[in-house]
T-cell receptor, first 115, second 117 residues
Framework: AQTVTQSQPEMSVQEAETVTLSCTYDTSESDYYLFWYKQPPSRQMILVIRQEAYKQQNATENRFSVNFQKAAKSFSLKISDSQLGDAAMYFCAYRSAGTGNQFYFGTGTSLTVIP | GAGVSQSPRYKVAKRGQDVALRCDPISGHVSLFWYQQALGQGPEFLTYFQNEAQLDKSGLPSDRFFAERPEGSVSTLKIQRTQQEDSAVYLC??????FGTGKNIQYFGAGTRLSVL
């Protein structure tokens, strides 16, 4: 099975500053999808950004962007101009493009935004 | 509805009791997933439905766990003879497309927090 590792249990950032959350994964597949989900205290997982492995261009969604390094199997999330509403647990997730329908999630990074 | 709805939001059960957790996916979504999220962990896959067919139940931890989606819409996750280790948040997610197609974006409900005493 694929594994997803988030090595930062907790991170903090000053409001309006930039923070990067790390994620690495282990797979032997060449085609897959990677995701970052945000889970606020309400528990509802919200999709932040999605990357297709066959695309070399890094995905961006407004203040959120990724640094996808396929050879290194790294998928970090950069949050620019951090806002108080960004405070949440962030989960990195992997999904195979070919086999199975499972999402494999990391253990999460708790992000605190300091006013 | 506009999003994935799960009920109840909280459930307290005595050890040995049976529980049933409900998931209302987004209308028209073909795929439905159940996850178990232990405290401080990421969600772990339990089972997957494509319409009414349960195509993957490899993540169910024991035969005490049973899921159904009889009409291809609402799904119920049932846990029989609950144990303390079953305490977790149970998340449901739905996706517009079937397995292996489309953007594979899953939309999650807010989960049911199950506490087994």
């Amino acid at each position: 099975a694929q594994t997803v590792t988030q090595s930062q249990p907790e991170m903090s950032v000053q409001e309006a500053e930039t923070v990067t959350l790390s994620c690495t994964y282990d797979t032997s597949e060449s085609d897959y999808y990677l995701f970052w989900y945000k889970q606020p205290p309400s528990r509802q997982m919200i999709l932040v950004i999605r990357q297709e492995a066959y695309k070399q261009q890094n995905a961006t969604e407004n203040r959120f962007s990724v640094n996808f390094q396929k050879a290194a199997k790294s998928f970090s999330l950069k949050i620019s101009d951090s806002q108080l509403g960004d405070a949440a647990m962030y989960f990195c997730a992997y999904r195979s493009a070919g086999t199975g329908n499972q999402f494999y999630f990391g253990t999460g990074t708790s992000l605190t935004v300091i006013p | 509805g506009a999003g994935v709805s799960q009920s109840p939001r909280y459930k307290v059960a005595k050890r040995g009791q049976d529980v049933a957790l409900r998931c209302d996916p987004i209308s028209g979504h073909v795929s439905l997933f159940w996850y178990q999220q232990a405290l401080g962990q990421g969600p772990e896959f339990l089972t997957y439905f494509q319409n009414e067919a349960q195509l993957d139940k490899s993540g169910l931890p024991s035969d005490r766990f049973f899921a159904e989606r009889p009409e291809g819409s609402v799904s119920t996750l049932k846990i029989q003879r609950t144990q303390q280790e079953d305490s977790a948040v149970y998340l449901c997610a739905s996706s517009l497309e079937a397995f292996g197609t489309g953007k594979n974006i899953q939309y999650f409900g807010a989960g049911t927090r199950l506490s087994v005493l």
